[in-house]
DNA sequence: AATGTCGTTCGGCAGAAGGGAACAGCCACT
DNA sequence: AGTGGCTGTTCCCTTCTGCCGAACGACATT
């Protein structure tokens, strides 16, 4: 970062950016981070002590490594939206009965964020995780969750952010966007086809309170090899739109 | 934390006690923090808009709160692991098949942290939590856990902490405590009799490597007022014991 | 309309974070 | 076993910056 804001905190911005690199890193040295960030040893050296003994990194056979601490605050902004306790088995039920990779979504400053993701017997390795966050408008998630949202908010969004092309399939016009977010709230549920992952497709649905306000969405990812025989198999929209809703009617009852 | 040692970097200290006082309030403002952690209400509003930007922490309704850009890094943490993913489908199980508490533990820093925990039907609230950190030697994750450490590891941590009480239950002579551990090691479980909440008992076993290190543990907690209904029901040393070596087996070939 | 509270912004100063170099500890390589 | 090169760590010094206090602006409350 270049421009730093005044105002800001310069010291914790070296810090994310250290806790950033030996995650990205699976751990490194003092050396290793100096190096990567153009700072002096004494200088990470300092952000990496301190980190440890604040126990938010541990130090094991000389490398340093992003610590379990970062569990209770993780875990802790992941209770408050109420969904993962209830979402997770059906999660789990869901990828075990598809086979498929299931995922979990809310949405944070108009980023998708995982919170949970199950993997099935069949799941390919995708490069989403818990906590990995993806853009909404190509995902089946993201969309789920778009086309469930007031038309202000609707409006914020898009005033905000760009339809960015990820593969030749990303829908980019505002236009044609606006139709297929008309056509999922028609059906009840979105569909990802290969917009974000070449080769990847998912079904999506939004998981909403019994007021109608939408918390996030539940989709399961199939290779596109796959696709034809998954859906035919098990009505794949239906299923994801039913856990959906088993999941409203848990978030209501707990 | 009044002695800040030389080398170490104030300003994060002071970010990560604003983090776990917005954390463990569900929220505050900026008057609030810097009442609470006694700095200015300007350098508490430095940290939280620096937080802010960088996505760590998010305002809604004018209160800041933990984001969930911390589950990037605490799920990237437990993945290191190499546990989580095996050892929650065995949770889940046993936490169905038993009504009640299950969780998965490893150990950072001599003490112990669950990286996965689920509630049966039946389960009561507790204070622990995905993330929680407990002591090793009142629970019967870190019983078992210690059980199976080598001997001069065992020494390490007996030298490190202290067998301080919980409840009256809590065994805290460094002798009986080896006993203890003996008998485990025998019986291939642990047992936790209220020695950390009284009321709460629990069923431990070590989960191994093939070659016999232990990596951390998997528990069933029943209340005190059930319990003798649990074992009768279900031989839980026997299935906390399979599932343990159920997740050997799991992570042996993934 | 007035008062209190909150978040935000603005300078000024002191303290602290960062840089660099020197020291120490470790492993590998010869 | 000795040596060289790599680490991590510590030291001091400079200067930059993070902290404070106060003033400002935005709300909500009465």
């Known amino acids: 970062m270049t421009a730093s804001t005044p105002g800001r905190v310069q010291s914790v911005e070296t810090t994310f950016e250290v806790l950033e ?25 300092g952000h990496l002590s301190t980190l440890t003994s604040l126990g938010y990194v541990v130090k094991t056979d000389g490398t340093y490594r992003v610590g379990l601490q970062f569990l209770e605050l993780g875990h802790h902004a992941r209770a408050r939206y109420n969904l993962y306790e209830a979402a997770k088995s059906e999660a789990d039920q869901l990828a075990q009965t598809t086979g498929e990779r299931c995922q979990v979504m809310v949405v944070e400053d108009f980023r998708g964020v995982y919170i949970y993701q199950t ?12 906590g990995s966050t993806v853009d909404l408008h190509c995902t089946a998630v993201g969309k789920s969750y778009l086309a469930s949202l007031p038309a202000a908010d609707l409006e914020a969004y898009l005033e905000d952010v760009s339809l960015s092309a990820r593969t030749e399939h990303t829908i980019t016009d505002r236009e044609a966007f606006l139709e297929e977010l008309e056509k999922i709230r028609d059906q009840g549920y979105a569909l990802n086809l290969e917009e974000r992952i070449t080769g990847m497709r998912a079904v999506g649905a939004p998981i909403l309170t019994e007021g109608g306000d939408v918390l996030g969405a539940i989709s399961v990812s199939v290779p596109t090899t796959r696709i034809e025989d998954t859906v035919h198999e098990s009505d794949l929209p239906e299923q994801v739109q ?6 409203t009617i848990k978030t209501t009852y707990s």
């Open 21 to 45: 690199y030996i995650r990205d890193n699976e751990g490194a040295g003092v050396t290793d981070v100096a190096n990567a960030l153009s700072v002096s040893k004494s200088t990470a050296h």
């Open 119 to 130: 993997a099935g017997e069949k799941a390919v390795q995708t490069d989403s995780h818990i």
């Open 242 to 247: 039913r856990s959906a809703r088993v999941i």
